[in-house]
């Protein structure tokens, strides 16, 4: 069985399902679900880090995903063709600039350090500006949609460490994948900068979260918080 069905196949059913209700086609043309797809470096990894970003900008439309012949292995060949941003434009931006970063600082593979979305579905081609679909009349009812999806990938994956690059605004988001959290201060930081993140019903990987890369760089805090992912990281 590949990754992609061990991980999705019983979600994406209930995907169509939900989806062909109705109940979500009159909000227009989204993009999504993003899935991800398990690479050889990631596997052969001696760590599991999970890299998690807020949302894609632009990836395959919901429609072209439902009428895709070739099922979940069609629709995670996008993540396996966008390669980690590698001759992508976005390589030179502070989300994969930070990725790259922490990647050689916790000694893996830039493919090793696996990256995920918190968000499966993004607005870039609705009429309106930003990708986010946060704050869009559907927004609950899409995270009730896609949740369980992330948790899936930690325990599916055997997920060691989760690296949360959303930022506090997103923690609504967080909140409704995990259900009961704490977002706990780590020590120099306030916690809207970073903080670890406590999940009830998830005990098997530790999870930190801090600001967007492109915020961490803005507030010329980018190093600071990769030092200190790090040695979250590195903390038994």
Request: net charge neutral; hydrophobic share 40%; charged share 25%.
């Amino acid at each position: 069985m590949s990754s992609a069905h061990r991980l999705y196949s019983d979600w994406s059913e209930h995907f169509r399902r939900e989806w062909f209700g109705g109940k979500f086609e009159r909000f227009g043309e989204l993009c999504g679900p993003f899935l991800l797809d398990a690479t050889p470096e990631f596997s052969a990894a001696r760590r599991r880090v999970l890299f998690v970003g807020q949302e894609t900008n632009g990836w395959y439309s919901v429609s072209d995903f439902l009428k895709m012949t070739g099922g979940l292995s069609e629709a995670v060949s996008w993540y396996r063709d966008f390669d980690f941003a590698y001759s992508h434009p976005a390589a030179r931006s502070p989300f994969w600039r930070f990725h790259r970063m922490l990647a050689q600082s916790l000694d893996l593979h830039w493919r090793a350090l696996l990256w995920s979305n918190l968000v499966r579905f993004d607005g870039k081609h609705l009429s309106r500006s930003g990708a986010s679909i946060l704050g869009m009349p559907f927004e609950n009812d899409l995270l009730t949609l896609q949740r369980g999806v992330l948790t899936r990938e930690i325990e599916r994956l055997e997920i060691d460490t989760v690296v949360l690059v959303t930022g506090p605004d997103y923690d609504h988001a967080i909140r409704s994948e995990f259900g009961e959290v704490e977002f706990a201060i780590i020590a120099g930081w306030q916690a809207r900068q970073m903080a670890e993140v406590k999940v009830r019903s998830l005990s098997s990987a530790r999870m930190i979260r801090t600001y967007h890369p492109a915020y961490l760089q803005r507030a010329s805090i980018f190093d600071d918080a990769a030092d200190a992912i790090v040695r979250f990281c590195d903390r038994l």
